[in-house]
């Protein structure tokens, strides 16, 4: 492999990352559209279960929250997204009605305090993925630019060697690139284990003295979630996605650029 070709690839790696987040975004999204599929978890996680065995033992006061009323549950969950991704606005008047008609806090206080931390968390990556897709949308351009023609002066040998910068690199290439970095953090992973390191950030992410973890005894907010095992679900079906997208933009650019050859090749 010669420099022009190793410059290719790590340019495409660097490009690889970028769209990574870039589609992670509009994963995210379009998961948010769908209240991040929580129906379909709450039936294959049986959180019903853990809200049935759990809510009687709260001791936030909060045991007469419904165990048996599923769209209840949806309900709680989805004004808890969209609270959290307007700054944390309406996260108090998220309530529940008792079976004695009475309306109560689904939230305490430190739930409340923790959301707002997320909410402010969810500002910065958000403020972080706009700044991630002006750089997305420029290599866009970088790529999709028309190729730029090798100088006579260079034998044809050289002229098959010496590749425009924004060729991408081969298929095997790319795999070999994607393949190295999902081993990598197949490994990490494995090491440390993703509940390990979701604690970890945490203590990393939020102010030491905001309480973010909650038993299920304690928090109405955690069991309708079993977190953290919705969290590990929804991080993978965000990932697929996000993937998906990857592909569909990766293949979009390369037939672009592979048309734009073929019509230079034409004109000569």
Known sequence: MNISNILNQLLWCCFAVVLLIFSLGLSWQVNKAFNFTYGIWYQTL???????INVPKNNQGKQDFP??????HKKMFSDIVDAIHQKGNGLAEISYENSRGI???FLTKNEIQHLEDVA???DGVMSIWQVNSFIFLAFILFYCRKPTSVKKEISHKQANTLLPMNTMPSTKQKLISIATVIVITI????????TAIFYYLHTVIFPSDHQWFFYYQ?????????APDIFAAIAGQLLF??????LIIDRGVQH????????KSNAR
């Open 46 to 52: 049986e959180i019903n279960r853990v809200i049935a």
């Open 67 to 72: 165990v048996e009323d599923a769209d209840l």
């Open 103 to 105: 309306v109560k806090g």
């Open 120 to 122: 402010n968390l969810l």
């Open 187 to 194: 490994l990490i992973l494995a090491a440390w284990g993703f």
């Open 218 to 226: 304690e928090s109405l907010m955690s069991t309708i979630m079993k």
């Open 241 to 246: 996605l996000a993937l998906f997208l990857c």
């Open 256 to 263: 672009f650029q592979s048309r734009n050859r073929k019509a």
